[in-house]
């Protein structure tokens, strides 16, 4: 994971490159005459495209305008949920964005204790992609499938689909079709050279995939949910946080819708921002085209499609991925974003 100290400065600088932002911004929600109740916010997100929203809110000044001069923000990146999770644990994160496989854990791990879903950030943006000569689901047969990490979302999506289809998987890469779980840049390069015949993976791995795997897709995860909706990333917060900076959620929250406005108002720019920073964080730069390809495969959102996480839960547990069923019960706390929406004139959210 990689760390950093954003400096006011340096987001108003960044902000000024972003020329899609709106003009309007949110004061901090602690009242005026009075300053917010912690003087940090420690933010952690993946260098991914579903993780847009944390890289336009921080590069862009949004989340630095909405909790106010006097608030330091720094910054955590992960490769993995499980990282993510642990770090939040360990308390060096307050604010997370992560996906649903991962949140569920922590929040079974915990006992339901250590974290609450505040928000949504990205829906869609999966895929089962194949290599030449699989055309149909029957063609799958003895076929080997990767998918980023064994438990992780797109692996729970790929098995409980496979199962639908009438085939068997286990969690030793055995069964009918045989799911090898790896990184998405080692997926990439074995399914090149022919060692695996697909993958169910996130943008943009799934649109690199196609162009320089010769790969093709063969099942859009979008497809499979009413509406074309499910969760891809969430905001997650640390219990403790929630408890004691209340003031300082409301502000992020805040940050968070307008970064979304943003993001709407003005795509190119949005993807021009994350290329940036994914450049920065890895040293390695998206194509521009293949961005904006992955883009429209993903909607950025605010609503956490809390429906679609129970079901996903519910499936891992089905699967053997979770050693009991999950009750999430009291998982989301929505309050803050729900009377954030009601000041904005715009519809509530559920939770469970």
């Not at 050279?193 to 979008?222: C, F, N, Q, Y």
């Not at 720019?269 to 429209?296: E, N, R």
Request: net charge negative; glycine share 10%; aromatic share 6%.
């Amino acid at each position: 994971m990689k760390r950093t100290l954003l400096s006011v400065a340096a987001l108003v600088v960044a902000g000024l490159a972003f020329s899609g932002c709106a003009t309007d911004s949110s004061p901090s929600a602690s009242g005026e005459g009075s300053g917010p109740s912690t003087d940090e916010v420690r933010i952690g997100y993946f260098p991914n495209f579903t993780h847009a929203p944390a890289m336009v809110g921080l590069a862009s000044g949004r989340f630095q305008e909405a909790l106010g001069d006097d608030v330091t923000i720094a910054t955590q990146t992960f490769d993995t949920g499980t990282t993510e999770i642990e770090a939040l644990f360990a308390g060096s994160i307050d604010i997370g964005f992560i996906g649903p496989s991962p949140t569920v854990t922590g929040w079974a791990k915990s006992g339901g204790q250590a974290l609450h879903v505040i928000a949504g950030a990205a829906s869609g943006g999966a895929s089962l992609v194949v290599r030449a000569g699989i055309d149909t689901v029957e063609d799958l047969e003895g076929a080997t499938i990767a998918t980023p990490s064994l438990g992780n979302t797109q692996d729970v999506a790929a098995r409980h689909w496979l199962s639908d289809q009438g085939f068997e998987t286990n969690l030793e890469g055995g069964g009918d079709v045989h799911i090898t779980p790896m990184d998405n840049a080692t997926a990439l390069q074995t399914l090149a050279t022919g060692g695996i015949d697909g993958a169910w993976v996130p943008e943009p791995w799934a649109t690199r995939m196609i162009e320089e795997a010769d790969a093709h897709e063969l099942v859009d995860e979008s497809d499979l949910w009413p509406g074309g909706q499910f969760v891809t990333t969430n905001v997650i917060v640390s219990t403790a946080f929630l408890n004691e900076h209340p003031d300082v959620v409301d502000s992020f929250l805040s940050g968070l819708a307008l970064t979304l406005d943003d993001m709407a108002a003005d795509p190119d720019a949005a993807q021009a921002t994350v290329i940036q920073a994914i450049t920065d964080l890895t040293g390695s730069s998206p194509k521009a085209d293949q961005l904006a390809t992955a883009w429209s495969h993903i909607t950025f959102t605010i609503d956490p499609l809390a429906e679609t996480l129970e079901t996903q839960a519910l499936q891992a547990f089905d699967l053997g991925l979770l050693d009991a069923k999950p009750d999430l019960d009291g998982l989301y706390s929505l309050d803050p974003l729900n009377a954030l929406l009601e000041e904005r004139g715009e519809q509530k959210v559920s939770g469970l």
